[in-house]
């Protein structure tokens, strides 16, 4: 039975019990501690006692109409706002707002099981001497319902066993690479942070993976926020570049929205119309060169599984219609031309789907970029290294923190790295938009200047460009 199965079980089990005295439980649950809104969010355990029902309660903040929507302003500022864009707040919207760790299929069974409440004080109700009074009073409550000014929710008390963010413990390292990790930072605001992704740190932990940039930066790159921050978009492992994540849960939210809807606008038909908020230029070299210097490519793509279902790869999708496919578009443009059979592209993803640029690198243009593997195992087999240019011995890398290898994989190599980096960003500036929005919610976003980050080229790829150059 997984974590948030046992923890419904046992607030179902104990929702209608009695429990006597005051609670001596930490808050479990991590702030939402934001300078842009108003609406604290702060969860505590309280002992409440109605007619119906007696206990202890994980008791959320009053609802507070001002609390910025994170998603609704996202969609703002990439230009595509629609009616539906500032929508009420419900009950389901609120608790996941307020206690982010919890999944969303938990909660969702806890409204099902009728196990929330609401306190509301819009209930007149007349005392003994005919003063027309509010009752307070817990009530079910619906996902899908309101939220009113003031209202309270409450959660049975065994949520607050689930682990929080903030009580997650702390790696600790050397002097070394606490510096490395902050010399990674390109720029850092109240609302973002932004680091240059060295090639071979994995963004994302998981099974088998240590020292991924989520949980070095929950712990160094927070500095005096109570929140870790918070991955809005991804890099693959052996790729390099831009990174931004988001400092605040509603950042992170903004964040999230622009985007998806980078994504979701770019696959309409009328692409010249597209406010292109946010723009990303990443560079590749590739082995070979397009027929043309430049263009637009419109190619779905589809997951297949592969090795008897040990790993899965990405590839053009045949039928555009087909349900597994997803709409994939990229930019594309020569930067320079070699004739050792090299070409430094400029690539700019309209979309963001997995492996986006190195399946159309290869499989559409026919020149996959240099140490790619994956996708260019037969034009790397097929590749001649350049005369000469290989000595008997390279020279030993010089190792720096978490086991990477900075100074090696350029083409002198046998083996080189992946040659594709995320160079160049344009997007909102979030921290601005927040603040003026919170000032004003009639504030005009529409002239909103945008923040336009470059980070410098790995020294792998450096090393390649010097050595084509020369």
């Known amino acids: 039975m997984n974590l948030s199965s046992a923890i419904l079980r046992r607030a179902v089990q104990s929702f209608a019990a009695a429990s006597r005295g005051p609670t001596t439980l930490p808050l479990a649950f991590q702030e939402f501690q934001s300078q842009y809104s108003t609406a604290t969010t702060d969860a505590v355990v309280t002992e409440r006692k109605d007619e119906k029902s007696k206990g202890k309660w994980f008791t959320l903040p009053p609802f507070n109409s001002s609390a910025v929507d994170g998603a609704a302003l996202g969609k703002e ?86 682990p929080s963010e903030t009580e997650k413990p702390e790696c600790f390292y050397n002097e070394e690479e606490m510096e490395f990790l902050h010399s990674l930072e390109l720029y850092k605001d109240s609302a973002i942070i932004v680091v240059n992704k060295p090639p071979g740190m994995p963004v994302q932990g998981g099974a088998g993976i240590r020292n991924s940039l989520d949980e070095l930066a929950a712990s160094y790159l927070r500095y005096d926020y109570t929140e870790p921050p918070r991955l809005v978009h991804r890099l693959d492992r052996d790729s390099s570049g ?37 723009q990303r ?26 090795d008897d279902g040990k790993s899965e790869r990405i590839t053009v999708a045949d039928d555009a219609q087909a349900m597994s496919s997803q709409h994939a578009i990229t930019e594309y443009r020569v930067i320079k031309s070699s004739c050792n059979g090299y070409t430094w592209l400029e690539l700019s993803p309209l979309t963001g789907r997995k492996h986006q640029l190195r399946v159309h690198c290869a499989e559409v243009l026919g020149t996959p970029i240099v140490g790619d593997y994956k996708y260019g195992w037969q034009a790397h087999r097929k590749m001649k290294h350049l005369p000469g240019s290989i000595p008997e011995k390279l020279p030993k890398g010089k ?29 909102p500036n979030v921290s601005s938009a927040l603040h003026h ?33 020369s």
């Open 77 to 162: 500022l990439s230009g595509r706002r629609s009616d539906d864009a500032v929508t009420a707040t419900t009950a389901l919207k609120w608790v996941l707002r307020c206690c982010p760790q919890l999944p969303r299929s938990l909660v969702q069974k806890l409204f099902r099981l009728r196990q929330v409440r609401r306190e509301s004080s819009d209930l007149p109700t007349s005392s003994d001497l005919g003063v027309l009074t509010h009752e307070h009073k817990l009530t079910r409550v619906a996902a899908k319902d309101p939220m009113n000014v003031g209202d309270q929710i409450f959660l049975p008390i065994t949520v607050q066993e689930f």
């Open 242 to 278: 831009i990174l931004v994540m988001g400092r605040t849960q509603t950042s992170a939210r903004v964040l999230h929205s622009i985007f998806r809807e980078k994504t979701s606008g770019a696959s309409s038909d009328d692409l010249q119309n597209i406010k292109r908020t946010l």
């Open 281 to 306: 230029r990443y560079w590749a070299l590739v082995i070979g060169s397009p027929r043309r210097s430049k263009g637009l490519i419109s190619v779905p793509l589809k997951k297949v599984i592969v």
């Open 399 to 427: 190792r720096l923190p978490f086991g990477l290898e900075l100074e090696k994989g350029s083409i002198l190599e046998k083996q080189p790295l992946l040659h594709l980096h995320c160079k160049d960003m344009v997007l």
């Open 437 to 469: 929005v919170q000032l004003s919610s009639g504030f005009d976003l529409s002239g909103l200047e945008s923040l336009k980050l470059t980070a410098p080229l790995p020294s792998h790829m450096e090393k390649s460009w010097n050595i084509l150059n």
